[in-house]
């Protein structure tokens, strides 16, 4: 089999797409990548091995420098056939797969933890909310989308938490409504008493939620630049203080929700930003 070049930037295989063959390296760099993270293939490395029984590509394959490969069929058929002629490559592709394999497991391993982090976050900060209702003698609601996210498969829940974090969000504003009298007083009458720190205990669980996420997108691969913890409190409290003038101002609730969903929008976008996501 006669070697070929593949040029660098080249997209040798797009996810999803049909596997026509697989490619030997024998010089040169590849970038494997999918949702969250990604490796690299060198010399002796098969570009396709682990997608050979789906017989189209689960990654996205690019040469990340000028390729020197050899190319060998996909059908395990006429592999098997090969492999009987031409023993002597066998120990590559055992070699090639076991390790992109553990590139696999590697990250696998890596999301299990940031979502059992995520997943502990989730749990710390219900509980916390727990806890201030009854420091403030409320009554604390049921929010039924944390049982839902309790529900997901852990490695599932990372995509689900924005939508589910909203809902909390909507959830909270219709609680807030039903007892809206008691929320007006906690929040312009409770200056001097145990009430009066409700904001504060609000942006202090807010902020350990931040820092956790930021642990979580470390894990994940996607990292985010330092984010002054001065800025951070400046930001989380005024969150809860726009959330909480919808209340204090009694907004008739649908528009409300719908100046909720605007705050939401304007808030996602600004942190992504200073994520870097």
């Known amino acids: 089999m006669g070697m070929r070049e593949i040029l660098k930037g080249t997209v040798i295989y797009e996810s999803g797409q049909k596997l026509n063959g697989l490619m030997m390296i024998m010089r040169g760099t590849a970038v494997v990548s999918f949702e969250g993270g990604s490796y690299e293939l060198h010399s002796g490395d098969v570009i396709g091995l682990p997608d050979l029984i789906h017989k189209e590509a689960n990654f996205r394959y690019v040469a990340k420098e000028n390729l020197?490969?050899?190319?060998?069929?996909?059908?395990?058929?006429?592999?098997?056939?090969?492999?009987?002629?031409?023993?002597?490559v066998v120990r590559y592709f055992q070699s090639s797969l076991f390790r992109q394999l553990n590139e696999l497991l590697l990250h696998y391993?890596?999301?299990?933890?940031?979502?059992?982090?995520?997943?502990?976050?989730?749990?710390?900060?219900?509980?916390?909310?727990?806890?201030?209702?009854?420091?403030?003698?409320?009554?604390p609601g049921e929010l039924e989308r944390y049982e839902e996210l309790s529900n997901i498969p852990q490695e599932e829940q990372p995509k689900h938490l924005g939508d589910i974090s909203g809902a909390c969000m909507d959830e909270m504003l219709l609680y807030a409504y039903e007892h809206l009298n008691e929320f007006k007083l906690i929040l312009c009458c409770s200056e001097g008493t145990r009430f009066s720190k409700l904001?504060?205990?609000?942006?202090?669980?807010?902020?350990?939620?931040?820092?956790?996420?930021?642990?979580?997108?470390e894990k994940i691969g996607r990292p985010a630049p330092p984010i002054d913890e001065r800025l951070e409190h400046i930001l989380i409290t005024g969150m809860f203080n726009t959330f909480f003038e919808l209340i204090i101002h009694e907004m008739p609730l649908e528009e409300a929700k719908h100046y909720l969903k605007e705050m939401r929008d304007f808030y996602t976008a600004g942190w992504m930003k200073i994520m870097g996501q």
């Not at 020197?68 to 002597?88: I, N, R």
């Not at 904001?199 to 997108?217: F, R």
């Open 199 to 217: 904001i504060d205990e609000m942006v202090e669980i807010e902020t350990k939620g931040t820092h956790d996420y930021l642990v979580v997108l």
């Open 109 to 139: 391993k890596e999301v299990q933890t940031a979502s059992d982090m995520m997943q502990d976050y989730l749990t710390g900060s219900y509980e916390n909310y727990i806890r201030i209702c009854e420091n403030n003698h409320i009554s």
């Open 68 to 88: 020197a490969v050899v190319d060998y069929p996909s059908k395990v058929s006429e592999l098997k056939k090969f492999f009987k002629e031409h023993g002597e």
